[in-house]
């Protein structure tokens, strides 16, 4: 199958915006009521969105001490979780290894390395959507825009300035909470519209069989004598006849 190309961002932004979830149905728990409340909606489900946010490093003498933020979301709904909080840590570090809840997302190989560290145990059944849009051609770092775009036919705009902003704050801003469910909600939509869009695509095209390797046939031994005439006697000069008249 030849390299496919995604909708670049110019193209992307001719579309229809994205379909954000309103305010209302992005939870930010707080109280121990609030944290009881998201965990039991959380472990209902069987796939979430799924991404993490830390605080930008500007130079090399600064230690990385995220994630700060750990974002799940269905379709419908988003959870944002901040992780100086203990509870917060604890619920994410459930939802994280829990191995019936699939965590979807975008770019994880980062998540998969220091999120194990900050929570102190191994993510479990996670898939990264870049892995499945590979598989259909397109390139290892597809992206939720992207995807977005492809799968839903909407513009999915991320801002540079949030995704820089500092996520360790203990309040986060308005702007900061809508673009971390976005991040979240973003991989759940596209995961749930997934199926039916594979099924529209077109078929990998199928590789080339090798010919069947054949055994190499070992050569016989020679059926010349194995003792030769030494190559001196080969070249002796033919003796001189008598001459008998």
């Not at 670049?8 to 707080?30: N, R, V």
């Not at 909606?41 to 069987?46: C, D, E, G, M, N």
């Not at 300035?161 to 673009?179: P, V």
């Not at 046939?217 to 190559?231: D, N």
Request: proline share 9%; hydrophobic share 40%; with cysteine.
């Amino acid at each position: 199958m030849s390299r496919r190309k995604p909708p670049s961002k110019e193209e992307s932004q001719l579309l229809p915006p994205y379909a954000a979830l309103p305010d209302a149905a992005i939870f930010i728990p707080a109280t121990a009521e609030q944290f009881d409340a998201a965990r039991a909606q959380l472990l209902a489900q069987t796939a979430l969105g799924f991404d993490t946010e830390s605080k930008p490093l500007f130079h090399v003498a600064q230690v990385d001490t995220g994630p700060h933020v750990v974002q799940l979301a269905t379709p419908t709904a988003a959870w944002i979780l901040q992780l100086h909080h203990p509870q917060a840590m604890a619920l994410a570090r459930e939802i994280i290894a829990h191995p019936d809840i699939c965590k979807v997302g975008f770019g994880l190989d980062n998540d998969k390395s220091t999120l194990p560290k900050r929570l102190g145990a191994e993510l479990a059944n996670v898939v990264d959507l870049d892995r499945v849009f590979k598989r259909h051609g397109f390139g290892a770092s597809t992206g939720v825009r992207a995807a977005i775009a492809l799968v839903l036919g909407q513009n999915f705009h991320k801002s540079k300035k949030q995704s820089t902003s500092n996520w360790s704050l203990k309040t986060l801003n308005d702007a900061q909470i809508r673009y971390a469910a976005n991040d979240a909600h973003g991989p759940a939509m596209v995961y749930a519209a997934l199926p039916a869009w594979e099924a529209a695509q077109p078929a990998a095209a199928a590789q080339p069989q090798r010919a069947p390797r054949v055994p190499r046939v070992p050569r016989l031994a020679s059926a010349e004598p194995t003792h030769r005439p030494h190559r001196a006697a080969l070249l002796r000069a033919p003796e001189n006849k008598k001459n008998t008249s």
